[in-house]
C-alpha cells in the first residue's frame, strides 16, 4: 500500500464524490481511511472510519499501531489538527496559480501562527513544486 493511512474530512469527501469521482475513497490504496467531521451521524462505507475530533483520529491511528497520519484536508480540518499540537510536518504542493480569492489552506476559524523550518524541495510536473517542511 502506497499509504498505511489517509484522514479526510466530510466536505473533502463530499466533494470528490460529487463533483470528481464517487468511486475515489475505494480506490485509495490504504487499509486506514479516516473521515472526521462533527455530524454523529454521517453514513459512509464500512472501509472508512468515523472520527469526530482531530484527537480522536489520531486515537484511531495508535490504536491500529501506526504513529503518523496522512491528512489530505480542507482549511478547517488543517488548522483544527495544528492548533490541536498534532501536526510534525508539513508537505505543501505549489500549483502556477495566483488567486484572488478562496479558502485558506488552514482556515479562518481561529488566529494562531506556526513557524515552519524547511527541510526539502521537490519540483513536480506541470510547473509545481512540493515544500517538506517541519514545525519548529
Known sequence: KLYDNLVY??????????????DYFSSVPTDN??????????????TITVAHSPQGAMEIIKSRGLDTLYLVGGGSLNGSFLQAGLVDEVRLTIHPYILTKGRSV????KEFEAMLELLSTERLSLGRVRNHYKLK
Open 106 to 109: 488552514f482556515g479562518d476559524s
Open 33 to 46: 481511511q479516516i473521515l472526521v467531521t462533527s455530524q454523529e451521524n454521517f453514513q459512509l462505507p464500512n
Open 9 to 22: 474530512g466530510r466536505e473533502t469527501y463530499e466533494y470528490i464524490t460529487t463533483h470528481e469521482d464517487p
